[in-house]
């Protein structure tokens, strides 16, 4: 293929090992004889997202993660409502004028991935949730969350309005919210040990505790929750499905 008109996309955020993305797409161009490749920009600083473009003249698409979902908004030109409404951005489209200039638009593919991806665990009493954390990410599992009726409850080390702390939840809590979801970072490789400090004595078989992370395949909250009898799950399958609509967008 014509490496002059390949297409790149790419993931940005800090840091990157843990990414899947790259090898998956990849895969993807070269099975489709798709002459595009896909790239790892690991950005220390979301100052230098603009630079990366300049260096990156057939840049097609992006993907976001921690920690830019949120602070690459400013940079968008546009924003499809869904991720306006939610607040963050996984997707960017990158479109090139005849002026030369590129302009960006924003999306978030993170609610369609989880909400198909959780939709089938679900059972009766499930109708309450805790996220852990409150970050990009967290507020695209809020939405898809809400948009299946099922109450949402942030918890995070600091406390503020809205927002519980992992001290303050206790057995009437744990009880009442049959849904977890860790969005945070806690428990990636290679800090494998780590996980989010909620009480796991009181999880149950009725619970359901969802790790957004994929690497560990098991994280040490998904270990520590099923030992107590709780349905588990890591967001590979959340990853693929935003995957495939991220490609959607870029090719729309």
């Avoid at 409502?81 to 993170?110: C, L, Q, W």
Wanted: hydrophobic share 40%; charged share 25%; proline share 5%.
């Amino acid at each position: 293929m014509d490496s002059r008109n390949e297409k790149i996309y790419g993931l940005i955020g800090f840091p990157l090992g843990h990414s899947f993305s790259q090898g998956y797409f990849n895969q993807k161009f070269e099975s489709e004889k798709i002459n595009a490749v896909y790239r790892n920009f690991e950005l220390p600083d979301i100052g230098d997202f603009m630079e990366l473009v300049a260096e990156t003249p057939m840049l097609a698409g992006l993907n976001v993660t921690i920690p830019y979902k949120q602070l690459v908004i400013p940079y968008m030109d546009e924003m499809d409502p869904e991720a306006a409404d939610i607040g963050a951005v996984n997707v960017i489209k990158v479109m090139h004028g005849s002026d030369g200039y590129p302009r960006f638009k924003g999306y978030n593919t993170d609610v369609l991935g989880f909400r198909d991806s959780l939709r089938p665990m679900l059972r009766e009493c499930h109708r309450k949730s805790l996220v852990l954390g409150t970050g990009g990410a967290a507020k695209a599992v809020r939405y898809a969350l809400e948009s299946m009726g099922i109450e949402v409850q942030y918890v995070s080390r600091t406390k503020r309005d809205g927002v519980l702390t992992y001290g303050e939840l206790d057995a009437d809590i744990m009880a009442s919210h049959r849904i977890i979801v860790n969005t945070t970072p806690l428990g990636m490789y290679p800090d494998v040990d780590g996980c989010p400090d909620i009480p796991y004595e009181y999880i149950t078989d009725e619970n359901l505790c969802y790790d957004l992370l994929y690497n560990p395949d098991v994280t040490m909250f998904m270990r520590r929750s099923r030992q107590q009898g709780a349905k588990v799950k890591n967001g590979l399958e959340m990853l693929l499905l935003q995957a495939f609509a991220s490609w959607k967008i870029w090719n729309s």
